[in-house]
């Protein structure tokens, strides 16, 4: 599966974004999807997952109660509604699949990653 990420942008904190991943390929509904960030010289961490029908999520608690992870499998779509951003927030956001449906936290278990997008957060 390939994944295009987008929707990132620059925004003042405690304003919003969604970010879009779209997905190629007939399987899409089969993945578990998770959204990963990754700041300047940190490591890439972990932010929100689904399961492949989108009955189970998983939010890291920095952004849990902010965040929220939606899928469309018709439109072999995923979305992360950010709410309330905080400049803590800004990095480089990925999509990613993988062949686990349950929709892991940890990104070990992702095998396909899209090209990021990025989320500034100013103060």
């Known amino acids: 599966v390939q994944l295009q990420a987008s929707g990132g942008g620059l925004v003042q904190a405690g304003g919003f974004l969604r970010l879009s991943c779209a997905a190629s390929?007939?399987?899409?509904?089969?993945?578990?999807m998770g959204w990963f960030r990754q700041a300047p010289g940190k490591e890439r961490e972990f932010v929100a997952s689904?399961?492949?029908?989108?009955?189970?999520?998983n939010y890291a608690d920095s952004v849990k109660g902010r965040f929220t992870i939606s899928r469309d499998n018709a439109k072999n779509m995923v979305y992360l509604q950010m709410n309330s951003l905080r400049p803590e927030d800004t990095a480089v956001y990925y999509c990613?699949?993988?062949?686990?449906?349950?929709?892991?936290?940890?990104?070990?278990?992702?095998?396909?990653w899209g090209q990021g997008t990025l989320v500034t957060v100013s103060s």
């Open positions: 390929g007939r399987t899409f509904s089969t993945y578990g």
């Open positions: 689904i399961s492949w029908s989108g009955g189970n999520t």
């Open positions: 990613a699949a993988s062949d686990e449906d349950w929709g892991p936290t940890e990104k070990d278990y992702y095998d396909y």
